[in-house]
Nanobody, 122 residues
Framework: HVQLVESGGGSVSTGGSLTLSCGVVMPYGLPYCLGWFRQAPGRDREWVSS?????GTEYANSVKGRSFASRQSGKRTLQMTNLRSDDTAIYYC???????????????????WGQGTQVTVS
């Protein structure tokens, strides 16, 4: 049974930083990709970042250079710096357990989702 729980959202001033965490409960030894997505009001859900089972990272152009994904046992984090108002959204972590730990951007590739955490930048 796969379970993801996000934490770390909140309100921050423009230029500030936040670190989002995704607690992961996963069958032992199952490789997975962990993706981060966000959805702002009135907009489609968009891919933000992903980290492979091997630790490789990718970032959307909108956050590249300002966001950093990392992994620890049982947890994945997304550090976001120099936040802007257009970063305001609900952020979700999601796991893709079907591609042996490799990552793909499309949300349809992800088969488990967290509940989301609000990030507000003003």
């Amino acid at each position: 049974h796969v379970q993801l729980v996000e934490s770390g959202g909140g309100s921050v001033s423009t230029g500030g930083s936040l670190t989002l965490s995704c607690g992961v409960v996963m069958p032992y030894g199952l490789p997975y990709c962990l993706g981060w997505f966000r959805q702002a009001p009135g907009r489609d859900r968009e891919w933000v970042s992903s980290i492979t089972w091997e630790g490789g990272t990718e970032y959307a152009n909108s956050v590249k250079g300002r966001s950093f994904a990392s992994r620890q046992s049982g947890k994945r984090t997304l550090q976001m710096t120099n936040l802007r108002s257009d970063d305001t959204a609900i952020y979700y972590c999601a796991a893709d357990t079907r591609h042996r730990g490799n990552c793909y951007e499309g949300a349809d590739n992800y088969d488990a989702w967290g509940q989301g955490t609000q990030v507000t930048v003003s």
